[in-house]
C-alpha cells in the first residue's frame, strides 16, 4: 500500500500489538526458514538471511527463535517444508491487492485467501492481474520523534535509497532492492528503528478512497487477509483519508 496507507495502518493497529506478537515471531521464523533453506545459515554468506535478521532483530524475536528457525531452514533441526507464493486480487472500490503467502500447504491456503476475497466484497485474480501495478523495493517508515529530517535523509541517501519523503507525522524511505540492507544496517548503526521495514510492493499510482463505507471495507478485507496464519505482507493501492480510519 501507499506510505500514508501503510502509516494509517499502523497506528489502527498499535493497540493490537502486543496480541500479534506471537504471530509476527511465526512469520519472521518462516521467512528465516526460508532464507536458510535457499542460501545457508551463515548470515554473513546469504544476504537475505542477514536482512530478515535485521527485521527480526528490530522486532525483539528472542534468539532463540531465531537460532531454531535458522536450523530448521538448513535442516539441523526437523521441521515443515515451506513454500512461497504471491496470490493477487481485487478489493472494494478498485483496489488492487497483493498477497505475499509462504505455507506448508498451499491448497489450504488458496482457499483461504479465495474465501476471504470472497467474503469481503473482492475477488482473487489471476497471476500478473494487478502485480504491473505495483513496484517491488524496500520501504521503511519512521516517525519524526526518532530523528531530524536532516540526519534521516543524509543516512538514508548516503546508504543507496533513491527517494526520502516528509509526511506530517512520520518519514518515508524506497531503497531499490539490492539497497535495502545497507540502508537497515545505517539505521540501525545509529539506533534508529524503523516503525515499519520490509520489502515491499509499492503501487505506481494509488486509489483514493473517500467513502467511509468503502473505507471500512477495504480494511476489513485487508485485516481479514492479514490475519490469515500464513500470510507474510498484504500491500494494496489503496489511498484511504486518514479521517475515516482514526478512533
Given amino acids: 500500500m501507499s506510505g500514508h496507507s501503510k502509516w494509517s495502518t499502523i497506528k489502527r493497529k498499535k493497540g493490537a500489538a502486543d496480541a500479534k506478537r506471537g504471530k509476527i ?25 542477514r536482512t530478515i535478521l535485521l527485521k527480526a532483530k528490530a522486532a525483539n524475536m528472542p534468539a532463540d527463535n531465531i537460532d531454531r528457525a535458522v536450523k530448521k531452514g538448513t535442516g539441523e533441526l526437523p521441521g515443515v517444508v515451506y513454500e512461497e507464493f504471491v496470490y493477487e486480487g481485487y478489493a ?62 543524509e543516512i538514508a541517501l548516503e546508504a543507496g535509497a533513491e527517494d526520502f519523503k516528509a509526511h506530517p507525522e512520520y518519514f518515508e524511505i ?29 503501487p505506481e499510482n494509488t486509489v483514493p478512497i473517500t467513502e467511509a463505507s468503502v473505507a471500512t471495507q477495504v480494511n476489513r478485507l485487508i485485516d481479514a487477509l492479514d490475519d490469515i496464519e500464513d500470510v507474510q505482507n498484504v500491500h494494496s493501492n489503496a489511498d484511504i483519508d486518514g479521517s475515516l480510519t482514526e478512533g
Fill in 174 to 202: 524506497i531503497t531499490p532492492i539490492e539497497a535495502y540492507e545497507g540502508v537497515a544496517q545505517a539505521l540501525e548503526a545509529r539506533q534508529i528503528q524503523p516503525d515499519s521495514s520490509e520489502l515491499a510492493f509499492l
Fill in 92 to 153: 472494494p472500490g478498485g483496489v488492487a491487492v497483493i498477497v505475499e503467502v509462504t505455507t506448508d500447504n498451499k491448497n489450504r491456503t488458496a482457499s483461504e485467501v479465495r474465501s476471504i476475497f470472497s467474503k469481503n466484497g473482492g475477488n482473487l485474480a489471476g497471476p500478473n492481474a494487478v502485480s504491473f501495478m505495483f513496484n517491488r523495493c524496500g520501504h521503511f517508515l519512521i516517525s519524526r520523534e526518532k530523528g531530524s529530517e536532516d540526519e534521516l535523509m
Fill in 25 to 49: 515471531f511465526s512469520r519472521l521464523a518462516k521467512e528465516i526458514s526460508m532464507a536458510a533453506k535457499d542460501g545457508g545459515g551463515d548470515a554473513d554468506m546469504n544476504p537475505k538471511l
